[in-house]
Every structure is written in C-alpha cells, then in structure tokens.
C-alpha cells in the first residue's frame, strides 16, 4: 500500500469536524436545566436539512468492523443530513472528506469518546457506518422523501484507515 493512501485516526472533536457537520456531545455546561432541576439539556445542537422530505428516525444495527480498515467508497446525501446517535457507549470510526469537485477530496478518519454523535450536513462525503464494536445499534435522524439522495463514488485505489501509533 502507499503511504499516501494510509489514513490515520484522528480524535473527534467539534472544531475538526466543523467543515463536515455537527458533533453531539453533552461536554461542558448544559444549554439549560430542566426537569426541575433534574437534566440538563444541550440545546438545538445540529443543523438538519430534510429538503424536499422530512425528518425520520431509524435504527442501524451494522456489523462491526476492524482496523485496518479498507476504504473504497464514500458517498454523500444531495438532498439532507444525516446523524448517527451511538445506542452504546462503544467508539466508532468516522470517515469524511471535503468535496474535491464532484469526487471526494484526501479522507479524514476519527475516532469517536464513548457518548459523542455526528450530524453529517446536507452533502458532505462520508464512508458508511462504521462501528468498531458490538452492538453496532445507532439512532440515524435523516431525510425520508421522494428522489435520489445518495450519491457513491468509489475510489480506483482503495485508501487503508489506521489507528494513529
Ligand atoms: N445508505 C444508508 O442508509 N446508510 C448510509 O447513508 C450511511 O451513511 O451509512
Ligand atoms: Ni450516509
């Protein structure tokens, strides 16, 4: 494999995944108290877009997988967002790119803390869910609505994602 063809995990956080989407996390203080008290609530953290459809929740059960992990395809979602809410507290591997003019640009791969989400925004290329380990269970929040609203593209040379050393 070619070096320029490995990616290595990166941690995720906010600011690094801001030119990709949303990341859902209850760190720092809450946007209000409620319940009496009782919960905090992070407030209207995601930017969602359902164009032309409307908002569903579904359940992804995906086998989980391995690194190193092979990469050859990446796709995007024209008409909506997409967001993966971990139903465990297991990490799991978060594949983005920049658009390079209709393809993908150079992958990035994060790894996700125990409790973080993602929140893909309108168009933004991602590899499929990705989970690293069992249950492999995610609440997705994503467009339902007539027309195409996903776009592949596979690489002619696949990229290798590891662990950083
Ligand atoms: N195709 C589908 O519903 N899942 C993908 O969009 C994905 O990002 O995993
Ligand atoms: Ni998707």
Known sequence: ?????????????????????????????????????????????????????????SLFQAEPRDLPLGLDMMERHPEGSQAFLP?????????????????????????????????????TWHGVLTPLHPPGLFAVVDRIGAGANLEEFWFDEPYTVDASP
């Open 1 to 57: 494999m070619k070096e320029d063809r490995l990616i290595r995990t990166e941690p995720l956080t906010g600011a690094a995944f801001a030119p990709f989407g949303d990341v859902l996390e209850a760190t720092g203080p809450a946007d209000k108290i409620i319940n009496q008290g009782r919960c905090g609530r992070f407030h209207d953290r995601a930017q969602l877009a359902f164009a032309d459809g409307r908002a569903g929740i």
């Open 87 to 123: 139903m465990s507290a297991d990490p799991f591997l978060v594949i983005v790119a920049e658009d390079a003019g209709a393809r993908p640009g150079t992958p990035r791969a994060f790894l996700t803390q125990p409790g973080q989400g993602v929140n893909y925004h309108r168009g």
